[in-house]
């Protein structure tokens, strides 16, 4: 378990409905089917992730449950700064919230 005082995400917007809901997250603008990171390979495809990459990542919330301690290399449900490459985390959750503008 983890709780952040703050946590974000870059430059975000979703635009209007007649675009279809594109996303833009940080270096990322388009369709999830594309690989569209940095990286020789495509991590999303590559580590078992439904996410953005940049260039691959140091955390995999989207990854597979490997019930805990595990010899694979970064495809479970992962935070690597805080359980290591090889150990699978049960779940993650991830919520969003508008900022509060203390200019308003």
């Known amino acids: 378990y983890a709780q952040y005082g703050t946590f974000g995400v870059?430059?975000?917007?979703?635009?209007?409905?007649?675009?279809?809901?594109p996303l833009t997250v940080g270096d990322y603008a388009g369709n999830a089917d594309k690989d569209n990171d940095h990286s020789e390979n495509n991590c999303a495809s590559f580590y078992h992730g439904a996410w953005w990459y940049r260039n691959c990542h140091t955390s995999n919330l989207n990854g597979q449950y490997l019930r805990?301690?595990?010899?694979?290399?970064?495809d479970g449900i992962?935070?690597?700064t805080w359980t290591g490459w090889q150990y699978s985390l049960?779940?993650?959750?991830m919520k969003i919230r508008p900022t509060r503008d203390e200019s308003k």
């Open 78 to 80: 992962e935070w690597s």
């Open 10 to 21: 870059g430059l975000f917007s979703v635009d209007p409905d007649d675009d279809g809901y």
């Open 90 to 93: 049960k779940f993650s959750e």
């Open 68 to 74: 805990g301690q595990h010899t694979s290399y970064a």
